[in-house]
């Protein structure tokens, strides 16, 4: 029994190994699938057939010929299935449905302000409901749900604490997944843009990532010699509530002078709100809004550098503590990014340590609110492609 099992472990691992392959390093042959995975050339075609019956991969043309036969070249099909992935943030709600490539094919996005429990829930169910109904004809259809979400969330899906949402122990994972009879992970919001930004973002090149989550809140993902980190828990990253004003504001963790009361989209409304100026203009003061202010309006600018400055603060302790290859700024704040850099760039300059200043890079974000929606569609795809013998 043992051995039987063993050696289906092994074809299952050979199997995703191959499919891998011929998924990142299409058109391949056969035999350049044999000689990149050291595996034996009838392993690889015994799998490739089964790979092909299972329309998970396709021939195409002949290839170039090295003195003999010219060799059938494989291609993965990245249109035998799709993946949706949700972005459930604190004021707004983005979901994606994208093919097995992550290439986006539809995309629904909702604003919202102050909303209740069950009237978040219903924008994400009316999301999902609108991806599903978008979804083109393929052999799998809709392979699975990502959500990520701005908290804490555990190993089985369970949202320990979301304290911008007012949210505690709500096992979305199991309403999800019973809803709608289709896997779903749970993951949080930043780990996912963390992994987003280095599976299809500006962290492609890099190994060691911190990425900062600047939303109404801060979250930390860290990608360590390429892979993401979760801690012993899966709790990590939640450096948006680490001090850095002694008794300063109180903060909805229960803290006080948490980094996101001072650098995140929560902190420049708030500024913005207290400005005379600002108010008396009748502007609705939104992140939108301020950032076209800051174009003629000195007071707007002002405000974008403090919350630089602050960005900064929180950002050169990061640097001091991980050493990363780079440093990546998405969510909303991303958009920023003309108004904030300049003082970030200066605080960590001028604070960092100098040796840990080579050669680090500092990014802001390209897909912008997108990271967190695409980390999540990775993870999908990635969990549905680890072929199993019974795959449909």
Known sequence: MNQTWNQHVVKKENKTLVLEIIKNQAPI?????????????????????????EQLIQESGPGESSGGRRPVMLLFNHLAGYSIGIDLGVNYLLGVLTDLDGNIVHERKVQYKDSSYQEIMQ?????????????PSSHYGVIGIGIGVPGIVSNEGEILLAPNLNWK???????????????????????????????????????????????????????LNGSL??????????????????????????????????????????KAEQSVTLNSKGYDLTLDRLNQLAESDKEATSLFEEIGDYLGVGITTIVNTFNPEQIIIGNRLA?????????????????ALKQHQNNLKINFSKLNIHSTAMGVIAFTIEKFLEVDLTHK
């Not at 044999?34 to 392993?43: D, H, I, P, R, S």
């Not at 169910?125 to 978008?134: G, T, Y």
């Open 335 to 351: 958009s920023t990014e003309k108004w904030v850099k300049p003082a970030l760039i200066n605080r960590i300059t001028n604070y």
């Open 123 to 135: 924008q994400l169910f009316e999301s999902i409901d609108d991806l599903i109904a978008s979804t």
């Open 229 to 270: 980190y979760k801690g012993s828990a899966g709790f990590s990253g939640e450096l948006g509530h680490m001090t850095i004003e002694v008794n300063g504001l109180e903060c909805s963790c229960g803290n006080k002078g948490c980094w996101e009361l001072y650098a995140s989209e929560q902190a420049l409304i708030r």
């Open 169 to 223: 122990r709500i096992k979305l994972k199991k309403m999800v997944e019973d809803h709608y009879e289709l896997p779903v992970i749970i993951e949080n919001e930043a780990n996912a843009g963390a992994y987003g930004e280095k599976m299809f973002g500006v962290g492609q090149d890099c190994q060691d990532i911190v990425y900062v989550s600047a939303g109404v809140g801060i979250g930390i993902g860290l990608i």
């Open 29 to 53: 042959s056969r035999a350049d699938v044999a000689q990149v995975t050291g595996l034996n050339k009838g392993t690889v075609s015994s799998l490739v057939s089964e790979l092909i019956k």
